[in-house]
């Protein structure tokens, strides 16, 4: 009797402590934002989640939630998706890539944290698709953004700052209006680069409070000079927070 009682106490606090470890279990949630394919400016958009036990971020399970690619009809119900929170996301499907393949690899420039996205590499991130055509190339832009954080059972207690980014017009010439919203007052970083992720103008990094703000950009670098036509980006930095939004300058 007491060889089973020792068992069935084994075997209630290895339960116990399951469930305790659950609870401690925590979610982010994170979006491909202004993840531009170099082939006709197309966009991949999707958004995943990372599911982790306090204290050990790391060795989280990560799972994409959807996931949109032009050219192809797979999604994230039968692709192979590999996330690594530190480096990079890769996203594929065996075969020929002429025929019927996904070849995706979007390299990280730093670490996610619970609270901290990170712009994707534009010069060693590519994609090979199939299937409708053969495509492939670089990035024009991208980044990996969190946007909810919480314990799992309980409410978020973590909200963006930035919740839109804006230009109007677009295409422009000679200038367009950058507009953002906050929803809580914070820093914010608003640079313009080119195509090639060359900083080319910082147009602010002031503190702004709650609501709707705009900053214009008239086409000039940061020494006064005009810049070619062409594509260019808006990326909007407020902490871990990154948004970007695509322009095109005619001159």
């Known amino acids: 009797m007491n060889g089973i009682k020792n068992t069935m106490s084994g075997m ?15 979610v ?12 006709n400016f197309q966009q991949i958009s999707g958004e995943f989640t990372w599911t982790y036990e306090v204290g050990d971020f790391e060795n989280g399970v990560g799972q ?27 996203i594929t499907l065996e075969g020929n890539f002429h025929d019927d393949g996904v070849d995706i690899t979007l390299v990280l420039l730093q670490p996610l944290t619970p609270t901290s996205g990170s712009d994707i590499n534009l010069a060693q991130s590519h994609y090979d698709i199939g299937g409708n055509g053969f495509h492939a190339g670089l990035f ?3 980044s990996i953004t ?5 314990a ?7 909200a963006l700052a930035t919740t839109t980014l804006s230009a109007y017009p677009n295409p422009f010439n000679p200038r367009t209006q950058l507009e953002f919203e906050l929803e809580r007052e914070a820093t914010v970083r608003l640079e313009i680069f080119d195509m090639r992720g060359r900083s080319i103008r910082l147009l602010t990094d002031n503190v702004y409070t709650i609501g709707m703000h705009s900053v214009s950009w008239d086409g000039t670098d940061g020494l006064g ?27």
């Open 12 to 26: 209630v606090f290895s339960i116990l402590v399951m469930v305790a470890s659950h609870a401690h279990a925590e």
């Open 28 to 39: 982010v949630n994170y979006s491909l934002e202004n993840v531009y394919m170099a082939d």
């Open 152 to 158: 799992v059972g309980e409410q978020p207690d973590y």
């Open 225 to 251: 000079q005009s810049v070619p036509s062409g594509y260019y980006f808006a990326r909007l930095k407020t902490g871990g927070e990154i948004l970007s939004r695509p322009m095109m300058l005619v001159r």
């Open 140 to 142: 024009y832009s991208g």
């Open 146 to 150: 969190p946007s909810t954080f919480s």
């Open 64 to 90: 994409f939630n959807y996931l949109e690619i032009p050219y192809t009809a797979h999604d994230q119900t039968d692709l192979i998706i590999n996330i690594d929170i530190g480096s990079s996301i890769e």
